[in-house]
């Protein structure tokens, strides 16, 4: 029976990577971009991505939704390149169980992603293993207490409904079992009740969480108003927190 690990990381600081930093021995990475931060991208490099890539662009019918998803798989390709040491527009996608989608030339690197956007930001998630992440953005005039019965159990929705902040305690829990749910690539469904978002030691089964793998997740503050969550296999040392600026891309 697996077993998942969920707490709060307090205090994080976002740093300012330069040089070569990108070995994942003991660790996860955290990406953080902001949308509105990086639109001179497209149309600097719009070129590395795949025909497959700027087909998925074109059907978007907001622009601004086509200038998240291309961006967001520029900053992909670069992030990943460097830790697989290679050019951004030769990474080769592919999907594996439950659809999930990794790198199929990382070489000997054991490479693993996962993207997640609200608002303006952008979050990306890099490890050795098998790895999840979630972002929201705090909206304090979201209509949550209609769906709490859908996908909360009866603790949890006392968790929600007694804190000072109670908009906050929802995308808390939201963002916990939406990470989890992305790194097993199960997808949200009729057990989401029964994914664990609590603080503390939760054992569950198997098939509840697609997994039979246990897992922590960390919660903390993005910035400003957006809450953000990762699943990871325990036993890492840390997780690192970085910031992507301009001068990450080349010039």
Partial sequence: MPSIYCNCIEDILWDKVYGDVF?????ADIWRTQISDNLPLINRFDHILSEGEKARASRYHQEKDKQRFIISRIVLR????????????????????????????????DLYYNISHSGDVILIAVSDSDIGIDVERIDV????????????????????????QPAENFFLLWTR????????????????????????????????????????VSS????GNYMGS??????????????????????
């Fill in 23 to 27: 070995g994942l021995t003991s660790a």
């Fill in 78 to 109: 670069f992030l990943l390149a460097k830790y697989s040491n290679n050019d951004p527009e030769k990474i080769e996608f592919a999907t594996g169980s439950n659809k999930k989608p990794f790198v199929q030339n990382a070489s000997a690197v």
């Fill in 141 to 164: 005039d979201f209509s949550y207490s209609e769906i709490l019965r859908q996908n909360f159990n009866t603790e949890e929705i006392g968790f929600i409904n007694r804190g000072k």
């Fill in 177 to 216: 079992k939406e990470a989890l749910l992305k790194a097993t690539s199960k997808g949200i469904d009729s057990d989401l009740p029964f994914i664990p978002s609590l603080d503390g030691k939760h054992d569950i089964d198997q098939k509840i969480m697609g997994s039979g793998k246990d897992f922590c």
């Fill in 220 to 223: 903390f503050k993005v910035t």
């Fill in 230 to 251: 990762i699943a990871y296999k325990p036993g890492y040392e840390k997780i690192r927190f970085r910031d992507i600026d301009q001068f990450f891309f080349p010039h």
